[in-house]
């Protein structure tokens, strides 16, 4: 049975542009620019200089606690180990490789067998997940072997997270009907490390070829059943999976282990069986590039470290785009620096024309409440946002500002285009730095 969550909107999907069209492999570029942050936790430190020369699938950068290691997706050799743009808006190290085309496949990247996988004791599958760099790919970045780690003996239901709610975006829907048996086979993968004998893939009833295609490969008795739920705005959001799929509701602050669940991306599973099965880490993604002016909108398969700029270059654009986005048009960054290249969390760039400009110039809360009717986080936007204008640190800390996930939902609905997801992004960073104890 479906639960249905809170609040939440139905904003046009658009996803017509590119669901039924086949993922493109992407021409290598010749440089490809890896950034050392990439995930939600500490940043690697570079294992390369200039001069070195890397191959496929080799380890480029690494670093302790929440972190996860980072792998060349070309071979070639390093041009520079230097500061540069990021899709996050800020600059961090990168290595920059030259590619050499050549594709020389490292010598740690090795194919196991059934049999050899079926050894393997759950803490060595989460050893060769962490080796292999994995992380969240929704978004989110989340060290993958933390989470298993982590969830052992604690997660009594796993989750695969195939409902790809935002508009445009296509590339789980894609990876499901392209890789149905490596997303499968990532699941169980999950289900052997926690001890659990069923799994759940949740995904949307808009996805009905998906749907179609991941219960024909199920096998009676794998324990794994696909739950297509109802297309509603933040459906794919973790929080909001879980009470569909299970009416557990995850507390203030909590995470998803707290009420015996773990949730992974579709594209994290179907890595999982990559790094597991043939040995190879997280070093390419499918990446929606679409958008209301974008002419030729594509499904792209891309080496992580790929430019915006050459994304944009292969689908083209009617007009001067008025915003790039990394990711889609609800929960997306915009980008002011097209040099930025894709991550292990960017599954798509928007770009978008000035029609969808709706900045205005005196902003002006009608005090209509829909906000608040939208959230599926049970918050209430309107307040957040007053208390931000205040400046008012203990009163965002009051309205549980930290436990917005940024959905877009409230922004959406707002008839005055008062920016409030902007505004959380900032009156978080507030909270943050209050926290921060005082420099002497
Ligand atoms: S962005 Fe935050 S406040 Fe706005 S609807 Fe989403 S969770 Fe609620
Ligand atoms: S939806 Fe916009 S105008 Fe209405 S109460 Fe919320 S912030 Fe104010």
Redesign the pocket.
Known sequence: MAFSFFGGVHPKENKFYTCDKQTEVFPEPDVIVIPMSQNIGAPCMPLVKKGDPVTVGQKIGDNQGLCAPIHSSVSGTVKAVEMRPHNTGTNVMSVVIQNDHLDTLCETVKPRTQEEVDALSPMELVDIIHEGGLVGMGGATFPTHVKLSGGIGKVDTVIINAGECEPYITADDRLCREHPDEVISGLKVIMKIFGLKEGHIGIEDNKPEAIKILKSNLINGDGISVDALPAKYPQGAEKQLIYAITGREVPSGGLPAAVGCAVFNAATAKAIHDVVYKGMPLISRIVTVSGDIVMEPKNLLVPIGTSFDDLLGAVGHSENPYKVLSGGPMMGVAQYDLSVTTTKGVNAVTILGHKNRYAVEDV?????????D?CPMHLM??LM?KALQDGDVDGLKASNMMDCIECGC?AY??????P?VHGFRVGKQLIRSAAQPAKK
């Open positions: 002006r809360c009608l005090r209509c409440g829909k906000c608040i939208a936007p309107v946002y409230c609905t707002c008839p005055a285009s008062v409030l």
